[in-house]
T-cell receptor, first 112, second 113 residues
Framework: EADIYQTPRYLVIGTGKKITLECSQT?????MYWYQQDPGMELHLIHY???????EKGDLSSESTVSRIRTEHFPLTLESARPSHTSQYLC???????????FGQGTRLTVV | KQEVTQIPAALSVPEGENLVLNCSFT??????LQWFRQDPGKGLTSLLL?????REQTSGRLNASLDKSSGRSTLYIAASQPGDSATYLC????????????FGGGTRVLVKP
């Protein structure tokens, strides 16, 4: 059973608000990922972390930012939400190398 | 840069038929290949993980093969059931890509009762 959690599960918020999507894992995994996925569409990597204090932008440009102050925690922040940010955001983690990757249940964000 | 492709994009079969889902990747220097299932609006559930040194992996009705030399993996689902209806994705962390998980576009499967 995967021990990776995302909160909130659903979020409806007004334009211009600042939001933080939470992702936590209890498996001690070094590598964590944020993906963005529109309904029926492909997963796009937007942020990646190799470990504490190490983050990179992914293949898809995103206005969001991330931080990795603790191994188990990888929050994603949008300083000023816009309707174009409406999407599902999925967090994943892996121990790296040949280890299995696990996903959280996702956060469905709607900006109105 | 690792590129992962899944064919077909969608598949519809009657209940009881076997399913064959294909995944191809461009960089054969991989750590492993993983197959996931995604139900609408949900996260991804890991189905099978094949290590780079393995040729296949089995779990119940699911069997996945890996051929690194040709850059291909195939997921077989035997005796399909309506509950197998979902999107199936493959992903691989390529060594040259710093272990980033690269996903295919997925195959959307519908099993008709």
């Amino acid at each position: 059973e995967a021990d990776i959690y995302q909160t909130p599960r659903y979020l409806v918020i007004g334009t211009g608000k600042k939001i933080t999507l939470e992702c936590s894992q209890t498996m001690g995994h070094d590598k964590m990922y944020w993906y963005q996925q529109d309904p029926g569409m492909e997963l796009h990597l937007i942020h990646y972390s190799y470990g504490v204090n190490s983050t990179e932008k992914g293949d898809l440009s995103s206005e969001s930012t991330v931080s990795r102050i603790r191994t188990e925690h990888f929050p994603l922040t949008l300083e000023s939400a816009r309707p174009s940010h409406t999407s599902q955001y999925l967090c994943a983690s892996t121990g790296g190398g040949s280890t299995e990757a696990f996903f959280g249940q996702g956060t469905r964000l709607t900006v109105v | 840069k690792q590129e992962v492709t899944q064919i077909p994009a969608a598949l519809s079969v009657p209940e009881g038929e076997n399913l064959v889902l294909n995944c191809s990747f461009t960089d054969s220097a991989i750590y492993n290949l993983q197959w996931f299932r995604q139900d609408p609006g949900k996260g991804l559930t890991s189905l099978l993980l094949i290590q780079s040194s393995q040729r296949e992996q089995t779990s119940g009705r699911l069997n996945a093969s890996l051929d690194k030399s040709s850059g291909r993996s195939t997921l077989y689902i035997a005796a399909s059931q309506p509950g197998d209806s979902a999107t199936y994705l493959c992903a691989s962390p390529a060594k040259a890509a710093g272990n980033k998980l690269t996903f295919g576009g997925g195959t959307r499967v519908l099993v008709k009762p």
